[in-house]
């Protein structure tokens, strides 16, 4: 028999294969779950009838098939049994939030409340290996020589796990793996005014926390898309870093907002630090005295910088935009910091007062090329400013309409760079694309150019009428 530490918490080793990789729109076809006992391992597993379709990769990849779940139970049929399998125990998997998270979703359609202490062994493997590059399961499987029995399904993977942590136990010992256990789920991290309810109340999906010090003042808004976690990490955090510590401290309240994910996530953070301008946030600055450079050749053939200022500033709408900056100030500090750089002349920039046959004042101390006295030519001078200006050209709005992007369940409705509102329905969507204009917001333009880059540029929906009307059919 195995010695137990008195008051050991009891793992639930699980792993579950599913339809997709969506919590909402995908299904879980098998769950296998391994509790470990004082001596013994207690084994649970069902194939589950996902009641929608299984892609051809996924039948690949884990040897399900549509012929093997028929007749098997749904999640519903068999919910409180695995309920009871995890109930009181530490819910223990690799990469746990896609584990988790699968299963907190089925339970969460249900009615059913669901919030387990989590433990990640990707983090465990993370916190206990530092020097190992890389800590996926395929990795520690080669790493630690465990036995592969049936990979890519719920029992087989949940046995890797449970092969893991005895590898763990035998090399750093019951007490160590313990304590590592107790720092990565949160146990005694706590700020002294906050308690583990509270945290146990935050969800671990995508939004925005916001930290509350005496008087509900706002101390701290940050994102993430696993809030719970994220917040556990500052607290954690504190123990070794004094920033962190000091905040900690601080801390009297929590607040949240689910978002639909993480795109909707950084918006929101976006404009609550405006909106309430916690004490340590970066402070981030409105948009209401924007201007730009814009570039017009003169009768010479120089191309001059002339500043566009707020009032007839219309970023996604103008073409032949460069920069956006909060002030005048600003902005020529831009246009004087790409004159040193690129040896641009300051007279010709309007940076400083020409007079006619003589040169710049960096040409006199050699920081110009010489444009203004015909040293270097127009053509090369105007090459090189709009090689430097391009690197921060303002784009100018790709859709002939306000368009909507698909984060997470949600659908974010955007026009001209601007964010207009997030909608569930057809009649919200097209509501607040008909709403009007919004104001232009730097912070966010920023981070729908990128995210139309990048992730959701797959995701985007036009807003056209003619797509109104057949929504409405």
């Known amino acids: 028999m195995k010695n137990k530490i008195k008051n050991d918490p009891v793992f639930a080793f699980v792993d579950i294969e599913t339809t997709g990789s969506n919590f909402e729109g995908d299904r879980i076809t098998e769950i296998g779950i391994k509790t470990l006992t004082e001596d013994d391992e207690i084994i649970w597993e069902s194939l589950i009838d996902p009641q929608t379709f299984i892609p051809q990769k996924i039948q690949r990849l884990t040897g399900i098939t549509p012929q093997m779940v028929v007749g098997k139970p749904t999640f519903e049929e068999i919910a409180w049994q695995i309920k009871e399998e995890l109930e009181g125990k530490i819910f223990v998997a690799h990469n746990a939030r896609f584990d988790y998270g699968f299963i907190r979703a089925s339970f969460k359609r249900m009615g059913i409340d669901f919030r387990p202490k989590v433990l990640c062994t990707v983090k465990l493997s993370r916190l206990l290996f530092p020097d190992q590059p890389r800590h996926n399961l395929d990795t520690i499987i080669h790493l630690h020589q465990l036995i592969v029995s049936a990979r890519h399904r719920a029992l087989g993977d949940a046995d890797l796990l449970v092969q893991f942590w005895h590898v763990c136990e035998k090399l750093f010992g019951k007490e160590r793996l313990l304590a590592a256990v107790d720092e990565l789920t949160g146990n005694a991290s706590l700020p002294p005014n906050i308690n583990q309810t509270l945290i146990d109340a935050i969800p671990d999906t995508p939004g925005c926390y916001i930290f509350y010090g005496e008087n509900k003042a706002p101390l701290y808004i940050g994102k993430s898309i696993s809030m719970r976690s994220r917040v556990m990490g500052h607290f954690q955090n504190a123990l070794s870093d004094r920033k962190e510590m000091k905040l900690s401290l601080q801390v009297h309240d929590i607040e949240w907002i689910e978002t639909g994910g993480e795109l909707s996530a950084l918006i929101l953070e976006s404009r609550l630090i405006k909106e309430r301008m916690p004490s340590t946030n970066i402070k981030l600055r409105r948009s209401k005295d924007l201007c730009a450079w814009r570039l017009i050749e003169d009768n010479s053939g120089v191309q001059k910088p002339i500043l566009v200022t707020h009032k007839s500033l219309q970023p996604g709408l103008q073409e032949n935009l460069f920069g956006l900056f909060y002030s005048k100030r600003e902005a020529h500090g831009y246009l004087a910091a790409i004159a040193k750089k690129y040896r641009l002349c300051e007279g010709l920039l309007g940076l400083e007062k020409l007079i006619e046959g003589k040169p710049c004042f960096g040409y006199q101390v050699k920081k110009c090329d010489g444009a203004c006295i015909g040293a270097t030519s127009v053509e090369i001078h105007n090459l090189k400013l709009k090689t430097a200006l391009d690197l921060f050209k303002v784009q100018t709005w790709p859709f002939d309409s306000a368009i909507a992007i698909k984060d997470g369940e949600k659908m974010i409705v ?50 056209s009428m003619h797509e109104k009307i057949d929504a409405n059919n």
Not at 439 to 444: A, K
């Open 414 to 463: 955007l026009d001209k760079w601007c964010y207009l509102g997030t909608a569930s329905d057809h009649e919200a969507l097209y509501a607040l694309a008909n709403s009007g204009h919004a104001e232009f917001d730097l912070d966010i333009y920023k981070i729908i150019k990128k995210a139309l880059k990048g992730s959701h540029k797959d995701q985007v929906t036009r807003l």
